[in-house]
C-alpha cells in the first residue's frame, strides 16, 4: 500500500533523510519509532504532499506522489503532530469544511459526520467551537477529520504527544477499531509502549535512516527477555538476560541499586543505535 524508494531530503547542511526505503502491506499497522529529530515528521509530510522531497520515489496505493499527486492524495488522510484545527469553528463545522475540500456531497457529509462523531464519542459536540475541547477531545477531533473522506491510508504523526496515560489509551483503542476495519496506518512515535501496543511492525529511524524493521516482538526477543538496570558513576548501564534466572544472578553480582525487569524495544534501539529513543545519547 506504501512503496518508499531511495527517499533523501536535506535542509540546507542537514541530511534529514538519507535514502530511505520501506514497504507497507494493505491493512497493517506500521509504526515508525525515533527520538526527536529523527526525521520522522518530515517522512510524513512528503508522503501527504506537504513537504518536497529532494530524491526517491513513494508510491501510496500504486500511485506515484511525484506523476498523481492530486488522485495519491486523495488515498490519503493525515492526522497532524500540531493540533490544527479550527477553533473559532464548531466540531461540526471543522468536519464539514473538511468533507468540502475532497468534494464530498453535502448529504454524505451530513452522514459521514454523525458516524465519525459518534464513533469517538464527540456526538453531543458537534455544535461546540473546538476552542472549548479539552486536549484529548481535539485529538479525537484531529482523528476523524483525517477520516472524513474515507482515506484507505492514515498517517499519524505522533497521535499522542503530550496526553495523559489514560487518554492516551482510549486513543489507542480508537486507532485499533481504525486498523480492524482495514484502513492501512502508518504511525510516528517516540513513545516505546505505543509502538509495542500498536504496530504489527516497526522500522526505527536515527539520524534519518531506516535502522531496522520488525515486529515489536521479535526486536525484544533478538535482545533476550529481561534487563538488569544498575548505576556505575551516577550512569545507568543495562544488560539483557535470555532468562529471569540469569537476570537475578547477574543483579545479585551488583552492588548498589538495581533493577531487574522486562526487555523493551528501547533496550533493542539502544543496542541497534548508541542512543535511546526518549533521549539524547
Ligand atoms: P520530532 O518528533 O521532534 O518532530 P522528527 O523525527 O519528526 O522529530 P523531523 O521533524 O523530521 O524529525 O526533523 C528531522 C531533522 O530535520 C531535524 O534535525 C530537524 O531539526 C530538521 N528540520 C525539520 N524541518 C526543518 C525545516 N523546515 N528547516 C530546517 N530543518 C528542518
Redesign the pocket.
Known amino acids: 500500500m506504501i512503496v518508499i524508494a531511495g527517499l533523501t531530503k536535506k535542509?540546507?547542511d542537514?541530511q534529514?533523510l538519507a535514502g530511505v526505503d520501506l514497504q507497507v502491506d494493505r491493512g497493517e499497522l506500521f509504526a515508525l519509532l525515533?527520538p526527536?529529530?529523527?526525521?520522522?515528521?518530515?517522512m510524513v509530510r512528503i508522503m501527504t504532499g506537504l513537504t518536497r522531497r529532494d530524491g526517491g520515489t513513494v508510491l501510496l496505493g500504486g500511485l506515484d506522489i511525484a506523476a498523481q499527486p492530486a488522485a495519491a492524495k486523495r488515498q490519503v488522510g493525515l492526522v497532524p503532530?500540531v493540533v490544527n484545527l479550527d477553533t473559532e469553528l464548531t466540531v461540526y463545522q471543522n468536519l464539514d469544511l473538511h468533507g468540502r475540500f475532497f468534494f464530498m456531497p453535502a448529504a454524505d457529509r451530513r452522514a459521514r459526520i454523525a458516524e465519525l462523531l459518534a464513533y469517538v464519542e464527540l456526538g453531543d459536540r458537534a455544535a461546540t467551537p473546538v476552542k472549548q475541547l479539552s486536549g484529548g477531545m481535539k485529538r479525537r477531533l484531529l482523528i476523524v477529520r483525517a477520516m472524513m473522506h474515507r482515506p484507505g491510508i492514515l498517517f499519524m504523526d505522533?497521535p499522542t504527544v503530550g496526553l495523559d496515560a489514560a487518554i492516551r489509551r482510549r486513543i489507542w483503542s480508537i486507532i485499533r477499531r481504525i486498523q480492524g476495519e482495514g484502513t492501512t496506518i502508518f504511525l510516528?512515535t517516540?513513545y516505546i509502549e505505543e509502538a509495542e501496543y500498536l504496530a504489527g511492525r516497526v522500522a526505527f529511524i536515527d539520524r534519518g535512516r531506516i535502522v531496522t524493521v520488525d515486529r515489536p516482538d521479535r526486536l525484544v526477543q533478538r535482545m533476550g527477555a529481561w534487563a538488569v538496570d544498575y548505576l556505575v558513576d551516577n550512569e545507568l548501564r543495562t544488560e539483557c538476560f535470555p532468562d529471569r534466572e540469569a537476570a537475578r544472578q547477574a543483579a545479585a553480582a551488583v552492588a548498589g541499586r538495581v533493577t531487574i525487569r522486562r526487555v523493551n524495544l528501547e533496550d533493542a534501539f539502544l543496542a541497534l543505535t548508541g542512543r535511546k529513543v526518549a533521549g539524547e545519547a
Open positions: 535542509y540546507g542537514l534529514a525515533g526527536n529529530g529523527a526525521g520522522k515528521t518530515t503532530q505522533e510516528t517516540h
